[in-house]
């Protein structure tokens, strides 16, 4: 079996429910050597807060600012998200994936960004492979898609949740913050797995769909 390549972009946690623009942002920073050293750094610099979460120009904006290669897509498909990361450009990608238990500081109802790493299997069973920044108690008992780690997504809840809107109303549908080096090529870390156990679809106890088996934390597609 051929080993799925998975960018091994590092964990970074969001300690509340609005950093995950942020935490998105210095995961690809850390993983290409910018950037500051600190989650609260990262913050400050992207404007991020409660109110606003943080918008994707902004990120966008900052990471060229740190000497690094930056395209913003709309309308982009998975199979665009595939051929980035399989030439070393992670893609930072913004979701209405909203959960229920949100601050009422909140503005307006924006949603959560996650980071994907790699793209697996065919239609109608690809699964996009993302870090994600989330920490179990933000997302437990919801029905989000959110998880802490590295995590797969199933075809039809990424289409479902891949758009967003920030607080002027700008609609992002199907929009990927596609991060590369100036330096080409560059790669930084890259898992090899044959396996993907250790990578849930959703979490452990829910039902496994067709093209996936269960396995020890949950579902995996059945190839697997």
Not at 97 to 108: N, W
Request: proline share 5%; charged share 20%.
């Amino acid at each position: 079996m051929n080993a799925h390549e998975i960018l091994d972009l590092p964990d970074i946690v969001q300690p509340d429910n609005f950093s995950c623009g942020a935490a998105s942002s210095m995961s690809v920073g850390t993983w290409f050597s910018v950037g500051p050293d600190t989650l609260e750094e990262w913050k400050e610099a992207l404007g991020t807060n409660v109110q606003k979460s943080t918008n994707p120009q902004a990120i966008a904006t900052y990471l060229r600012s740190l000497g690094l290669q930056v395209e913003e897509r709309h309308g982009m498909t998975i199979e665009d998200l595939r051929s980035c990361t399989q030439r070393g450009s992670p893609a930072i990608v913004c979701c209405q994936d909203y959960m229920s238990a949100m601050s009422p500081k909140e503005e307006f109802d924006y949603g959560h960004y996650l980071t994907v790493c790699a793209v697996i299997g065919t239609t109608p069973n690809r699964f996009v492979v993302c870090q994600d920044s989330s920490e179990d108690n933000i997302t437990r008992g919801s029905d989000s898609i959110q998880a802490p780690g590295k995590i797969l997504v199933r075809e039809a809840d990424w289409e479902r949740d891949w758009h967003d809107v920030d607080e002027f109303g700008n609609i992002y549908d199907h929009y990927g913050i596609i991060v590369s080096s100036l330096r080409q090529p560059f790669f930084g870390s890259v898992l090899a797995v044959k396996s993907l156990e250790g990578f849930p679809v959703k979490a452990k106890g829910e039902p496994c769909q067709q093209g996936e088996t269960e396995a020890s934390d949950g579902c995996i597609p059945a190839s697997d």
